[in-house]
């Protein structure tokens, strides 16, 4: 069984801030973790993934995400928001399926 | 470029009007899933195929079919559309022989139904 909880439906920042989007999962395996991101009216597009490794991965972007085994998490963050960031984010975990589960969605805003 | 391609991109119907939304994929992945997305939420899985095998999730309403006639197409119908489905419906594909099952998706077909 696997479950992801993005905690925030909603992450507002102004320009040039870290922006911070909370991803914690459950997974009765290993996981597969992965951020997606949706603009309007848009499919889904991979930011990133983790699979097995090193656990500091980097997308595109600027996005970059750490795998923390001990915390069950998959946080998100960019260092610096930019205007054209405002999007849905996504995570969503794969273990033992190969039908991902994806959380609620955060939707982040960014402030002039 | 490999892709996965919905057409059409906006599509209106008539209330129980059948319409017919199409995905096709360029990847050559075993896997096609369709998914509904709501305003404000997540995608919600509808069905998928594996290969060729048709898997109904538990909650689909009959009111939903698809087709998969070869690796490349696959077809949504909504056989009589009501007001609740207008949505965003988006393909997506991944393929099993490789480790991590990642998913590729397409830019979506907005039904609106009036």
């Known amino acids: 069984a696997q479950s992801v909880t993005q905690l925030g439906s909603h992450v507002s920042v102004s320009e040039g801030a870290l922006v911070l989007l909370r991803c914690n999962y459950s997974?009765?395996?290993?996981?597969?973790l992965f951020w997606y991101v949706q603009y309007p009216n848009q499919g889904l597009q991979l930011l990133l993934k983790?699979?097995?490794?090193?656990?500091l991965v980097k997308g595109i972007n600027g996005f970059e995400a750490e795998f923390k085994k001990s915390e069950t998490s998959f946080h998100l963050t960019k260092p610096s928001a930019h205007m054209s960031d405002a999007a849905e984010y996504f995570c969503a975990v794969t273990g033992g399926s190969y039908i991902p589960t994806f959380g609620r969605g955060t939707s982040l805003i960014v402030h002039p | 470029d490999a892709m996965v391609i919905q057409n059409p991109r906006y599509q209106v119907t008539q209330f129980g009007k059948p319409v017919t939304l199409s995905c096709s994929q360029t990847?050559?992945?075993?896997?096609m899933y369709w998914y509904q997305q709501k305003s404000s939420q997540a995608p919600k899985l509808l069905f998928h195929?594996?290969?060729?095998?048709?898997?109904n999730e538990a909650d689909t309403p009959d009111n939903f079919q698809s087709r998969r006639p070869n690796t490349s197409f696959c077809f949504l119908d909504i056989r009589s559309p009501g007001l609740g489905d207008a949505a965003m419906y988006l393909c997506a594909t991944s393929s099993t022989g490789g480790v991590y099952n990642e998913q590729f998706f397409g830019p979506g077909t907005r039904l609106t139904v009036l």
């Open positions: 990847l050559n992945h075993n896997v």
């Open positions: 195929y594996y290969d060729k095998d048709f898997n």
């Open positions: 983790y699979t097995t490794g090193a656990t």
């Open positions: 997974s009765s395996v290993p996981p597969y």
